[in-house]
């Protein structure tokens, strides 16, 4: 990597790269690199639009990749775009979120769920975010699963958490 990140988040692109982007190493950063493991090397790539920390990382049908929120700009998300390396800026989300998670539906589209006050589905056919069901207990640092039936478990995490299906 060209410098250390600590909480970077790291996709497999369709190419078989690796995005890895933001983190913390002093400073939030904005920054993001590729990994090619057909050749062990990184390199540069476009910068995000906004520092992302704590934040996910969701790899998106279209091979973009959806970028949400985090504790430095806490209601922006944004889109990378592997075929031209850059970056553009999706709808923004209703509340922050860090220490969520991000679960790519059946549907195409994206379930936040916690580390907010808000659970939000991301529609990547319009770039827009809606509402959706609350979780029974607020929560953060938890798992989010997607099962056979569709449904979204999300167990564990912060705030006397137990689990919650949406």
């Known amino acids: 990597m060209g410098f ?31 990994y090619d493991p057909a050749t062990g090397t990184w390199t540069p790539t476009g910068s995000m639009l906004f520092a992302h ?22 209601s922006d998300a ?6 031209t390396g850059t970056w553009a800026v999706t709808g923004s989300t209703a509340v922050g979120h860090s ?24 529609d990547p056919a319009t770039g827009l975010w809606s509402t959706t069901g609350s979780l029974h207990t607020a929560r953060s640092s938890h798992t989010a699963t997607l099962l056979p039936s569709g449904k979204v478990l999300v167990a564990g995490g912060g705030r006397h958490c137990n689990y919650g299906i949406v």
């Open 4 to 34: 250390g990140r600590n909480r970077p988040r790291a996709t497999l692109l369709p190419s078989g790269k690796v995005l890895v982007e933001g983190g913390f190493n002093g400073n939030y950063l904005s920054s993001a690199e590729l």
């Open 78 to 83: 944004e889109l990378y775009d592997p075929a």
């Open 99 to 122: 220490f969520h998670t991000a679960t790519l539906l059946p549907s195409g589209k994206v379930l936040v769920a916690g580390g907010g006050d808000l659970e939000e589905l991301y």
């Open 53 to 74: 920390f704590i934040h996910t990382a969701t790899l998106l049908p279209s091979g973009k990749v959806l970028v949400v929120d985090g504790l430095v700009n806490s």
